[in-house]
């Protein structure tokens, strides 16, 4: 209770500093037209069309403006005016004319006035100026936005900015501001040269570089693996498919919008997957299968194409290509709810493998339009419910926030700066079985429906990628680093002796490196440094005369004169045990 007091206090701070920042552009701009201006999580922002562009000392002016207003002291009235009233007050301003219309021409129009300024609002806001703090807000940023956030309609300038009860609070924020861009997996990725995106070539495409290609396939290995471990067996699709397929699912009705335009052959049209489901259907249909055969748990790394708005792209995170760690449960209503124990487990051992710890659970239920059979619904819902309190997660319930095809569980991890992010889905469907007439002969020799689950763990390997980036700000745990080790003599009369640990190491499957070049020792440890390896080896006399390492850690710490065979032992450990250095 105490914390929605507190958010409801930081709510009208922030949604009346946007008034007086309204304010503050129209001292200096007088025919700027406004728009809107809410309070939002950290802060606020307001819209504007102004006759130019705005520099940092633009930004500038606004903020001591704004800090002059504040310290006026000036009250936050409101009042009541008739719709006609509002018309006539608001002359010229296009947008504010256009919200007033949309309000009912009996109704009443609620204004807040600070001093110079009325905005149309419904409030609240603080009592006066004096109630907010001069040095506990700061401008950000701003960014283009479409009047209504539609594209059809003009640019506006949002000035983003945030703003606290304090200038203690502020500061803290502003710290973690500074944290997060530190981690931004797009500088880091440059940085550390793991992939890059190339305008030109295609927008949100991803291209892996041979460091970036390393980790990737770390992360595939273990998954490979480990599906097998648990009973999956792997397929292959292919990356497009005729009209046929995605009218027979319906992907053609309901998803056309986020699908790559169709490319014609042999008078047909063939699409560029969005999804893998239906052509993991049609291995499914190759066959008549019995009970006895299910479950299969198919699984691919595959990779599908999507067409998201250039604006809502953002590095790894939101691409219009990227591959799915996914897999199908195809199973009999019997095997269900095992089947949804042990997925939901797995996803769990999957994300702890790659140091999330803080995980919480999203169950979401049956919407008002669906397909299915509600018995299906109750049965399925049921079965995710007791898997989610059988592994003691925490949980809330999104109630009629489900898919219209079925129920599902959704896993998000908290990384190491308190993010949350969306991982692991677990996702009935009622839908597909039906619209492929899925089958299989029961053990009454009778044709029954199966169910089918789709889930990937990991969500896709570009957005997780980005998400491990900056999780471990670039410090990928030794089983991840593209390099693990460094082997550097301290001078060249060494090298033999350190040729032959690196060539040991490689034998052993480790990824390692010889630096064997010109630099000075500290110059080589401080490149290794920032390409992040976790271990470096320093090779000198004493090491060559005792078959020995002496390593240096990433973290900083030394160990000095381990016996390579040790050595090579106690690096597998940390390695299978996934330790961070
Ligand atoms: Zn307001
Ligand atoms: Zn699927």
Redesign the pocket.
């Known amino acids: 209770m105490a914390k929605n007091i507190v958010d409801e206090k930081l709510d009208k701070i922030r949604h009346s500093m946007s008034h007086v920042m309204a304010e503050a552009v129209l001292e200096i701009f007088p025919d700027a037209q406004i728009a809107i201006g809410p309070s939002i999580e950290n802060g606020f922002y307001y819209d504007f069309d102004l006759p130019r562009g705005l520099n940092q000392e633009d930004l500038d002016e606004i903020t001591q403006r704004m800090k002059n207003i504040i310290s006026e002291d000036k009250e936050f009235k409101r009042t009541v005016v008739s719709r006609d009233e509002a018309k006539k007050m608001f002359k010229g301003q296009v947008y504010k004319q256009e919200l007033i219309d949309a309000i009912e021409a009996d109704q009443e129009v609620s204004l807040y006035n600070q001093g110079g300024f009325t905005d149309l609002c419904r409030g609240p806001h603080v009592g006066s100026t004096k109630e907010l703090n001069k040095d506990s807000f700061k401008l950000l940023s701003t960014a283009g936005a479409y009047w209504r956030g539609k594209e059809t309609n003009p640019m506006l300038t949002r000035i983003y900015a945030t703003a606290w009860s304090n200038p203690k609070e502020l500061r803290l924020y502003l710290a973690k501001l500074e944290e997060i861009e530190k981690r931004d997996h797009r500088k880091l990725g440059k940085e550390l040269d793991l992939f890059s995106f190339h305008e030109q070539a295609g927008p949100g495409l991803a291209y892996w570089h041979p460091r970036g290609t390393r980790i990737r396939l770390a992360i595939e290995d273990f998954w490979r693996a480990q599906h097998y471990k648990n009973g999956y067996e792997m397929i292959g699709t292919p990356h497009v498919g005729k009209s046929w397929l995605w009218e027979t699912s319906g992907h053609l009705d309901f998803y056309k919008e986020s699908m790559y335009s169709p490319m014609e052959m042999d008078k047909s049209d063939y699409y560029v997957k969005p999804?893998?489901?239906p052509f993991?259907i049609m291995i499914y249909l190759n066959g008549k299968h019995s009970y006895k055969e299910l479950p299969f748990r198919w699984a691919e790394l595959g990779t599908v194409y999507r067409y998201e708005k250039a604006g809502a792209l953002h590095g790894l995170m939101r691409v219009r290509g990227f591959t799915?760690d996914?897999a199908?449960l195809i199973c009999t209503p019997e095997q269900m709810e095992d089947e949804i124990k042990e997925v939901l487990r797995f996803s769990l051992f999957m994300l702890r493998s790659f140091g999330f710890t803080d995980i919480a659970a999203y169950l979401s239920t049956k919407p008002e339009k669906c397909v299915g059979e509600q018995s299906q619904w109750d049965a399925a819902t049921e079965s995710l419910k007791e898997a989610i309190e059988n592994e003691g997660l925490e949980y809330e319930i999104d109630e009629g926030g489900g898919a219209f095809y079925g129920p599902k569980i959704d896993l998000k991890v908290k990384d190491a700066i308190g993010r949350e992010w969306q991982l692991s889905t677990v996702?009935f469907?009622f839908n597909?079985p039906e619209r492929f007439n899925m089958v299989f002969v029961d053990s009454d020799g009778v044709e029954k429906r199966p169910y089918?689950i789709?889930?990937a763990l990991l969500g896709s390997i570009e957005r997780f990628f980005g998400v491990l980036i900056e999780h471990f700000a670039g410090a990928f745990p030794l089983w991840l680093s593209p390099e693990q080790v460094c082997v550097i003599p301290v001078a060249s009369t060494f090298s033999e002796y350190a040729q032959k640990v690196c060539t040991r190491l490689k034998e052993e499957g480790v990824r390692v490196y010889l630096d064997d070049g010109d630099d000075r020792l500290n110059a080589k440890i401080r490149n290794a440094q920032n390409k992040k390896v976790p271990h470096m080896l320093i090779i000198g006399e004493k090491e060559e005369q005792e078959t020995a390492i002496s390593v240096r850690y990433r973290t900083g710490k030394q160990e000095n004169m381990i016996a390579l065979d040790e050595y090579v032992s106690l690096l597998k450990n940390k390695i299978n045990g996934h330790e961070m250095v």
Do not use: T
Request: hydrophobic letters at 25%; one cysteine or more; charged letters at 25%.
């Open positions: 999804m893998n489901c993991h799915q996914d199908h996702q469907d597909l089918m789709h889930r």
